[in-house]
Every structure is written in C-alpha cells, then in structure tokens.
C-alpha cells in the first residue's frame, strides 16, 4: 500500500520558556505528579516536556509580528505505531507507511515473532503546563479568534488550523464506550486518570526505544508481559503547549514487550489491544489489512512515544 506524507515545517511558538531546561530531582520533588502520585515512576517521555511551576513564564519571540521557532507535524498517515481511528470514514480508510505493522492480532505476541516497526520521535515541542497557565489560554473554539490572537497566529494558516483540529477534536463527542478528556496540564492529567481507575496506586508506562529507526523487530523471550484489562490511554496532540487527548476505553488490554531490532536497538513498548471492535468503522483499513471482520477477535497496536497508558497497581 502506498501512502502519502504530508510534512508542515513552520514558525510557530515558543511558550513556557524556562530559566533552564533541565528537568531536575528537585523539580520532580516539588511537582504536583509526586504529591498525587508519590509512588509512581515519571515517563521519559513526560519528564521531557515537564513545565517546572516555579521557572515558568509564557511569552512569544516574535519576527514581524508573526510567532516563531516552533515546528508540528501534519501527517496524511498512520507510521508504525499509528493509533487506530474511530469514525470519520478519511481516518479510517487512512494509510500507513508502507512494510511497516500498524496493527496486528493479540496471538501475534510471542517470542519470536517479528515485524517491521517505526517509532518516530516526536516533533511537538510544546511543554506541559500548570493548571493555573493553561486556564489562563482559551481552550474552546468559541474563542478560536482570541486564541489565535493569543498566540499571533494567522487566521487560515496552517497553524490556524492545526489548533482549530485539535480544539474540534476535544470537544467532540467519544464513541460508544469511551470516556474521553482533553488535559492542558500536569493536574488536570493526573486527576483524570485518578478518577477513572480509581485510587492513586497507579503505573503510568511509555514506549521507550533506544533510537529512532524503522527496522524489523523482534519479540524476545519472556518479553510479553501483561499490564493490565482496564487502562487509561493519553495522547500528546498537536498544540501551541502540551494538550493530552485522554480516554477509558471498554474492553481493553495493555501489555508491555520487550523487542530488539536487527540491529541490536532495544524496545520496550507499550501494545493495547482491542477485544470489541463492533463499534469501529466498518471501513477501517485495520480490518482490510487483518483479513478480519469487525467484533471477530482482538486488534492490536503500539502507542507511540509520547502517548501513555495508565494501569491500577
């Protein structure tokens, strides 16, 4: 199958910029994650846009009046780890990067087993933010004109359009089975996942792979390891600063596996896999790809790097 990329490389924003953008003990000591979550380890992948409270202010450097530094990609394509979609009939019939496995059935995690994966590193540079800098931005596309003010963005430019989509996204309704919450902050991350699982005995696990390459991969021994049947998942979207599309989805399991490359590069990745696909748009290519019919057997993929999956302990 071949697919299509589309890449939008631009000026945008540099918000929250820190006196020093070394993520340190003593800010982990004084975050809001290890108050509410005091045994609970912190992802790489948050640990990297992690906004320190204390050194935090928002400003824009500017050339012309016009927002710049600052890069979010745009993709007509699904990579590797792509996430499945859920709805709109352009996502489900959505490419993916040719050779490479974006989904795949729950007896396929085995020792042994190998396939073709790519785990990109993320381009969105945007810091997650204290609850009370991210109610002081507008999050609501009621006030898209206030926002794109905000930021100095160009009304039906690229990047207009980029915060529009993701503001959309979050306001929609979830699918049939889904809880879903879009967290502009640290606290309102933590305090969503809290409520849905329940108590604050929690595992948070990321995909952490030791370098960014698309090769095959394969699952070694003893590398399947469950996590959990009732999982929150949270993905990093495209914004101006951090914005996390969260949600609790129904018939669920995660596992972690362990993997490593031709060559030699480890991989530890979280894989979520789907037990009812009945509601899933019956175009979905994940369907077309498996040679499976929808609510048949369990659907599997990979969370990217910069999404996360919360378990009770």
Sequence with gaps: MESCRILFLFSFIYIAI???????????????????????RLPKSLQKILQPASNIYVTHNTKDGRVSEAEINVKTTLEGSGLPTIGEDN?????????????????????????????????NRGKLLPRKVAESIPFSTTKLSEILNHFRVQPGSVEAEILRQTIEECEQAGIKGEDKYCATSLESLVDFCVSKLGNKNIKVYSTEVDKETKQEYKIVD????KIGDRSVVCHNRNYAFAVFYCHE???????????????????????????????????????????????????CHFLPTDSLVWVPN
Excluded at 20 to 25: D, E, H, K, L, R
Excluded at 222 to 225: T, W
Excluded at 256 to 264: F, L, P, Q, R
């Design 222 to 225: 003893k590398g399947v390891k």
């Design 249 to 299: 989805i129904q018939a669920t399991k995660a596992y972690m596996v362990s993997m490593v490359a031709t060559d030699g590069t480890k991989a530890e990745a979280v894989a979520v896999c789907h037990t009812d696909t009945r509601s899933w748009n019956h175009k979905h290519f994940a369907f077309k790809r498996l040679k499976i019919k929808p609510g048949t057997v369990p659907i």
């Design 18 to 40: 820190l006196r020093s953008y070394a993520f340190n003990t003593e800010n982990l000591k004084n975050s809001y994650w290890q108050s509410a979550l005091p045994n609970t």
């Design 91 to 123: 996502y489900a019939e959505a490419q993916v990067e040719p050779g490479v496995t974006a989904f795949f059935l729950e007896n396929d995690l085995h020792a042994g087993k190998k396939m073709k994966l790519y785990f990109p590193k993320t381009t």
